[in-house]
Structure formats: C-alpha cells, structure tokens
C-alpha cells in the first residue's frame, strides 16, 4: 500500500513538473503584423488576405463609382473629398439635399484592425456588433450611440487586414428611418467599396 502512494505521488510530481503554469498573464507571441499578435482577444476575426489601401487614402472618392453610389442612394450623386482628423474620406450625397448619405473613410495609419473596434465596446463605443463578413472580411457594426431605428443612421468596420479598418456611415432618407435597417444599406456599401478596393469594379 504504502509502494502505490509512492508510486501515485511520484507521478503527479512529474506532471505537475510537466504541465504549463498559468498565472493570467498571457505568453508573449512573435510574428508579422498580420499574424494572431496584432489581435488580442481570441474571438476577433483575422484577416487572410490583406489589402494595400495606399491609393485610396491618396484619392477617397475613387473607393465608389458614380454607378454604385447611385445604386445605393436611388438617385444621381454628387461626391466630396475631405481630409479630416480620422483621416482622408469621401461623402456622396443627392444633390439639393441632406439625407441619404454615405461616407467612406481611411485611417490615417494602422487603426488596430477589428481587434481595436472590439475593445473599444462598452467605452468609446456603445454600439458593437459583428455581422456577416464580406467574402472572409469582417464588418462590425458600431458607433458612440445606437441611432439605427431613432436617426437612421449605421456605421461599420471593414477590416482589410489584422491591423487597418475602412469605415462606412450611411444616413437614410428621412422617409426610411424607422422602416428599414440603415445597417443593411450600409453593408452593401462595403460590399461595394471591398469590391472596388480589391480591384473587382
């Protein structure tokens, strides 16, 4: 009996010397900025194929064409270029008025990808949420405030890589606020700025 307690103890020294020690502080990873490293929480989506976005942050407004901008206002456009704090953007608009809208903007430099929207949940942003991705690209819905149903309004995240994101805010028509999801809008938004930012228009 007293063998088998011996026995017993010396192997769960071994393992007890074999196994990892985990004490709350995570293991420091090495890798490429588009590697695991650049996200820290486990459920933000990675990015396998990057895009370079160099170009369109020299030029905005060629991240939709005339046609598409036209498809997701329902009526001809016109198009402004601007270079403010978040970084260079583009906004499309009808002409002779203020509503819809829809505004696509680069990040001056790496934003912290997706990862960056998701902890920013609950302090910056009082709206996150993921939806469906778009061909493998994450979209996240946020915001400072939830104005889907009350101003018509919905921003998302197209994350281009594990380290840059292109926002898109679409406004709706006075008449659709309340009645449709603004959020919709403005995921076919992205999915026509990822189009044309993959070289696909």
Known sequence: MRRTILLVSAITLVLTACSPSNNGTPNPTTGAANSSSANPASDVPRVQNSIDLARFKQAPCNSLSDLQAEELLG?????????????????????SSSRPTVDVIFGRSPDGGTAKVYEAKGKAYELVEP????????LTIYDTKDERTSKGRCSVALGTSDTETVSISLEQSEANIGHKDPCDAARQAAVRVLATIR???
């Open 199 to 201: 070289g696909g228009n």
């Open 131 to 138: 939806i469906e991705p778009i061909d493998g690209y994450p």
């Open 75 to 95: 009526a001809p456009t016109d198009h402004k270029a601007r270079d403010g704090n978040a970084g260079p953007a583009c906004m499309w608009s009808i002409p």
